[in-house]
């Protein structure tokens, strides 16, 4: 079955800084890469994600990145805002319907 | 769009007792909903997946007597824990989507923090 890494599992950056969270997966037929936010005591919010037929995808502050050579992709949020504090997860899965297979988070710190 | 419902937010009781949780998707038909437990500062993990008006099939090590899945209609699916043990005591979150042109992102409900005395 598929394999997901997530690293780091902390990161702390000053407001402002940008923030990177890395994936690898073990599963070639993965095509499919949600990234979700997940604040304390809710439940995981989709803030972007990507299929495999693109290499990089951009929403505002937020971009992702896909190499699917190497089957490792990223999360890239720019000019953090302490709101932006949650823990962060990847995910892959063979289809945007199907079952997806979770990194083990990141929870990234904004420090005002 | 794309909201789905959980219910209840939270539940407290004892030993022995069942609890039933409730998804809705409202505002779209979900073909498929899926059911993931978290354990605290851990990741999702898959406990089942439940097709509208099928059996639904369960992860590894997850017990279907334990844990009984209903997806009887295309904007609802329920859980029920029966004769919940402490060690049950989890956060217990359910998503939904939809298969066919399109196929559209996995959208989570708020999930359910269940303990067990």
């Known amino acids: 079955g598929e394999n997901v890494e997530q690293h780091p599992s902390t990161l702390s950056v000053q407001e402002g800084d940008s923030a990177v969270i890395k994936c690898t997966y073990s599963d070639s037929a993965s095509n499919y890469f949600p990234w979700y936010k997940q604040e304390l005591g809710k439940g995981p919010q989709l803030i972007i994600d990507?299929?495999?037929?693109?290499g990089e995808k951009k929403d505002q502050r937020i971009a992702v990145t896909l190499n699917k050579t190497a089957k490792h992709f990223s999360l890239h949020i720019t000019e953090t805002q302490p709101e932006d504090s949650a823990v962060y997860f990847c995910?892959?899965?063979?289809?945007?319907?199907?079952?997806?297979?979770f990194g083990s988070g990141t929870q990234l710190t904004v420090l005002p | 769009g794309a909201v789905v419902s959980q219910h209840p937010s939270r539940v407290i009781c004892k030993s022995g007792t069942s609890v039933k949780i409730e998804c809705r998707s409202l505002d779209f038909q979900a073909t498929t909903m899926f059911w993931y437990r978290q354990f605290p500062k851990q990741s999702l993990m898959l406990m089942a997946t439940?097709?509208?008006?099928?059996?639904?099939?369960?992860e590894q090590g997850v017990e279907k007597d334990k844990f009984l899945i209903n997806h009887a209609s295309l904007t609802l699916s329920t859980l029920t824990v029966t004769s919940a043990h402490p060690e049950d005591s989890s956060f217990y979150i359910c998503?939904?989507?939809?298969?066919?042109?399109?196929?559209?992102?996995?959208?989570f409900g708020d999930g359910t923090r269940l303990s067990i005395l």
């Open positions: 990507i299929r495999s037929n693109v």
């Open positions: 439940s097709n509208e008006g099928s059996k639904a099939t369960y």
């Open positions: 995910a892959a899965s063979r289809s945007s319907a199907r079952q997806l297979t």
């Open positions: 998503s939904a989507s939809t298969q066919g042109a399109g196929n559209q992102p996995q959208h």
